[in-house]
């Protein structure tokens, strides 16, 4: 076998940035679900236990493994069981929704008693920012007590990056900002601009586990998409796209709370770098998820020229994800029209 030199240097690169003490080695595929399938397994590899955690409004992917990890039904679930065993899913910090860090470790260390020892538990695996969740940032204590709670149990912390990852949320990786250092990081979608690319990247002595012939797949980590992964951080760190993410989020959160004391439909705002979202709700009190209203709005919008998508078990948080190169101007003009288009929908909803 014949290692490409873009795939090395690829594969050294990402090391280097990825958080963790010691040495760090990566490993490339395809598509977001193998990189998370390929985690599970070296972390199974690894710890020689069989059970995974994941958690509620979780999404890591379509296949079989990575859809059972997923934690929303509508529209990714229905019709498509049974699913894969030795999975168990814990409540995640949503604190508007009433699942404070401390109420969700709680839960988690619950699920550990009553539903599956941790000495069967090989790996929990969590988005920092949940994505089809519905924008919801893990707060840093709930981060950090999960890294203790597996450390306690001897559990490898699986950290999904793949749509918060590549300077997203103002760091390279969005754990970064809790100060976590996980076993395992999977990574994707920017990471090679498009391109089908994906990849773990974890502590060497963690990727060193499955045996010779246990991980691979026939185009992953092809020359062309590791070439323009290199491409993707020569880029990034060109052009201090991480920090570009950051001023974005800036605007777009000054944007969202002014428009969250004009609309009393905005019942929550969400924002970390350039991943951004508003939760629409149809009463603050009794939080009443907007999901009809959410609909209109993307109908509204796209009808002035916004595409827009949304996201959230409800259906009713709207969701920004701007490219990190968008120009200012372009930008402006985007929440102009996201604004205008709340505002209409927003006076169609009774008080």
């Avoid at 990056?161 to 250092?181: C, N």
């Avoid at 439909?265 to 979202?277: E, F, L, N, Q």
Wanted: hydrophobic share 40%; net charge negative.
């Amino acid at each position: 076998v014949v290692m490409y030199e873009s795939y090395l240097r690829l594969a050294q690169r990402l090391a280097e940035l990825a958080p963790g003490d010691g040495p760090q080695k990566a490993i490339f595929f395809s598509t977001g679900a193998e990189a998370v399938e390929n985690a599970v397994k070296i972390a199974r590899a690894h710890t020689g236990r069989p059970a995974v955690i994941s958690f509620r409004g979780g999404f890591h992917g379509r296949t079989l493994l990575a859809l059972t990890l997923t934690g929303s039904v509508q529209p990714y679930k229905q019709n498509f069981g049974p699913y894969a065993a030795e999975v168990y899913q814990s409540p995640f910090p949503y604190e508007y929704r009433g699942w404070t860090s401390e109420r969700a470790l709680a839960s988690l260390e619950e699920l550990l008693t009553s539903d599956v020892s941790p000495q069967r538990v090989a790996a929990v695996i969590i988005e920092p920012v949940l994505g089809e969740g519905g924008f919801v940032p893990a707060p840093r204590e709930f981060l950090q007590g999960l890294r203790k709670l597996t450390e306690k149990h001897g559990i490898l912390l699986i950290v999904d990056e793949i749509q918060s990852g590549f300077g997203r949320t103002g760091r390279f990786f969005a754990i970064e900002h809790s100060g976590v250092k996980p076993d395992l990081i999977t990574v994707a979608k920017s990471l090679a601009a498009g391109l089908p690319l994906s990849g773990v990247i974890g502590r060497a002595d963690v990727m060193d586990a499955p045996g010779p012939g246990g991980l691979g797949g026939t185009y992953g980590g092809n020359p062309v998409a590791c070439a323009a992964g290199l491409a993707v951080l020569d880029v990034m760190r060109d052009e201090r796209l991480p920090e570009r993410a950051a001023r974005i989020g800036s605007v777009v959160e000054e944007r969202m709370r002014s428009w969250a004391q004009e609309h009393d439909i905005v019942g929550d705002v969400r924002v970390m770098g350039a991943m951004a979202g508003m939760e629409l709700v149809r009463n603050r009190t009794t939080k009443e998820p907007a999901d009809t209203e959410t609909a209109r709005l993307l109908e509204v919008a796209r009808e002035r020229g916004l595409i827009l998508l949304r996201s959230g078990v409800h259906h009713n948080v709207v969701r920004t994800l701007m490219p990190l190169t968008i120009p200012d101007e372009q930008l402006d003009e985007g929440l102009d029209l996201l604004g205008s288009a709340l505002a209409e929908v927003a006076t169609a909803v009774p008080l």
